[in-house]
């Protein structure tokens, strides 16, 4: 039975910080379970900030980083180069700094890359070097990813599944091409929904106020066709890492002391 539980931070700094130390402590206990962990990466503020500050960690040295593999929820399909791509910002903020092998990180095709401007053919490749490395044991086509970075905007989309778009109704495939996102860039891939509860451990990290509405709906169940943040759960466990703006229309839950 899948567990969903909400942790809030009395702002973003301390949570970017409280998650950079649980993606250690998560890491090194499933390195030392399995030999190997998969981490999936999310772009935005949140999810950023969390790498930049893990980077900034003496204890980042714990995680075994050559064992290691890496993926991505969602990419901007843009040049590679372009500082709109979350790749290029987790690079910058972290995947640089540590010694990954590059062989297990598995970025999604940039716009300029080798399937040029086609961005369904971008989004069939990624969806193979999911189906490539999931196991027996995964039972499909998309690994048991280990921990699932994800972030979500205010008006409740995750990855780059946004509310009433095609990519919420998609029931098949593990990885979509988004166009005419309303938020830019407008052409996206995505892992879709099916995919994202492939993994273990989902972590929905956001802060501020604009984001609480969505947080207080998908926590009251709201559908995920209007809400997609609210299909997005682990098998294991869903974690929401939030500040105190951010769930500030959550009742009965724990909120930290001002400092
Ligand atoms: O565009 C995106 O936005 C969301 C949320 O970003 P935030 O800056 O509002 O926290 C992110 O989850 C997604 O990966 C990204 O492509």
């Not at 998650?19 to 030999?35: H, N």
């Not at 690994?143 to 989309?157: K, T």
């Not at 509310?163 to 919420?168: D, N, Y």
């Not at 052409?187 to 929904?193: A, E, G, I």
Request: aromatic letters at 6%.
């Amino acid at each position: 039975m899948s567990k969903t539980e909400v942790v809030v931070y009395a702002n973003q700094d301390l949570l970017a910080a409280a998650a950079a130390a649980r993606l250690v402590t998560r890491l090194v206990d499933v390195q030392a379970a399995k030999g190997s962990a998969s981490l999936v990466l999310t772009g935005g503020g949140t999810g950023i900030a969390v790498l930049a500050e893990l980077r900034a960690s003496s204890a980042r040295d714990a995680i075994d980083w050559s064992r290691l593999d890496i993926y991505w929820g969602d990419e901007r399909f843009v040049p590679a180069d372009s500082d709109e791509r979350n790749e290029k910002q987790a690079r910058e903020a972290l995947l640089d700094h540590v010694p990954l092998d590059p062989k297990r990180v598995h970025a999604i095709a940039p716009s300029d890359g080798e399937f040029g401007d086609d961005v369904d053919a971008a989004a069939e490749a990624y969806a193979r070097v999911l189906a490539d490395n999931a196991g027996p044991e995964d039972h499909g086509d998309v690994p048991s990813f280990d921990i699932m970075l994800l972030g979500l905007g205010g008006e409740g989309h995750t990855a780059s599944v946004f509310p009433e778009s095609p990519a919420v109704y998609e029931t098949e495939r593990s990885v979509v091409a988004v166009r005419n996102c309303p938020k830019p860039p407008p052409t996206r891939v995505s892992l879709t929904l099916p995919a994202i509860r492939q993994a273990r451990d989902v972590w929905l990290m956001t802060a501020g106020s604009a984001k609480a509405d969505a947080v207080a709906l998908a926590l009251a169940g709201a559908g995920e066709v209007q809400l997609p943040v609210a299909g997005a759960r682990g098998h294991r466990r869903t974690l929401w890492l939030l500040d105190r703006a951010a769930a500030g229309k959550l009742t009965k839950v724990y909120q930290p002391p001002t400092a």
